[in-house]
């Protein structure tokens, strides 16, 4: 099976993670071409709107960790690997027309920040949003930097990116995280009914206003990208990420020593 799939209709591209055993985890080659499958979609004239959602009751726990140790200490190396994602990261968040993530279950790590990388978000009453990096001593790495502080607040965004917590669908919609929360048997009608309308819309006044509203936002994605990469080379490089990945494989608490 494929492990994402894509269909377009009705203007609509619906991008559909397919690895529910593993709650959609991202391995290096399915990051890849998602994001060579989502710039494809740039100029198509019969693309509209970019919807992403996952399979089997969850959106995104990012990274998998065990799939992708082999190619990150391989040929592809630690550089590599990070340049994979943020790949993905830029091709979500350059696409030149409305965009919406529909959350369901887990959306962790990099499958939050990715959520957030999207125009619009909508949330099962099963999401649960949650940061992780710290938990296995790495920075965001998805852009989170820039796209957390300005849904949330400086102050909230520090406590879930310090913490970790889980953010519950009815706190991230209190918090402004996502747009609207819905009963878990209403995500996809009520996905279907934002991107029908937006499909709808006036194309040419919709991707003019997008382009103006990320001009406005001051500090560029490329900027947060560039010094998340230079972040998260430096932790990975080192002896806690190893540390914090074994304490959660084994449910146990890491000790972390570098500083």
């Known amino acids: ?134 938990n296995i001593a790495l920075v965001p790495d998805g852009g989170s930097t820039m796209t957390l502080q300005r849904l949330v607040g400086t102050a909230r965004a520090f406590e879930i990116m310090y913490f970790s917590d889980k953010v519950e669908a009815q706190q991230a919609l209190d918090m402004g995280l ?10 996809g009608a009520a996905t279907a009914a934002w991107a029908g309308r937006l499909a709808r819309g006036p194309q040419k ?5 997008k382009q103006a509203m990320r001009a406005s936002m001051g500090t560029a994605m490329d900027e947060a990208l560039d010094r998340e990469f230079a972040s998260q080379v430096q932790c990975l490089s080192g002896s806690d990420p190893l540390a914090g990945v074994m304490g959660w494989m084994n449910k146990t608490a890491p000790e972390f020593t570098e500083r």
Do not use: K
């Not at 996952?54 to 065990?66: K, N, R, S, Y």
């Not at 040929?75 to 027309?97: K, M, Y």
């Not at 996502?178 to 995500?187: G, Y």
């Not at 006044?205 to 206003?209: I, T, V």
């Open 205 to 209: 006044a919709l991707r003019l206003s």
């Open 178 to 187: 996502v747009n609207r929360v819905v009963p878990e048997p209403e995500l």
């Open 1 to 134: 099976m494929a492990d994402f799939l894509l269909d377009v209709s009705s203007h609509v591209a619906t991008l559909t993670l397919c690895r529910p055993a593993v709650r959609n985890a991202l391995t290096l080659p399915m990051v890849d071409a998602l994001a060579t499958a989502i710039t494809d979609l740039y100029d198509r004239d019969d693309v509209n709107v970019l919807v992403l959602t996952g399979e089997g009751g969850h959106f995104c726990v990012g990274a998998d960790l065990m799939a992708n140790i082999e190619q990150i200490q391989g040929a592809l190396g630690i550089e590599g690997s990070v340049a994979t994602f943020h790949r993905l990261l830029r091709a979500v968040w350059n696409f030149p027309r409305p965009t919406i993530a529909a959350v369901s279950g887990d959306a962790v790590g990099f499958g939050m920040d990715l959520s957030l990388a999207f125009d619009l978000r909508i949330a099962a009453h099963t999401a649960r949003f949650r940061h992780g990096f710290s």
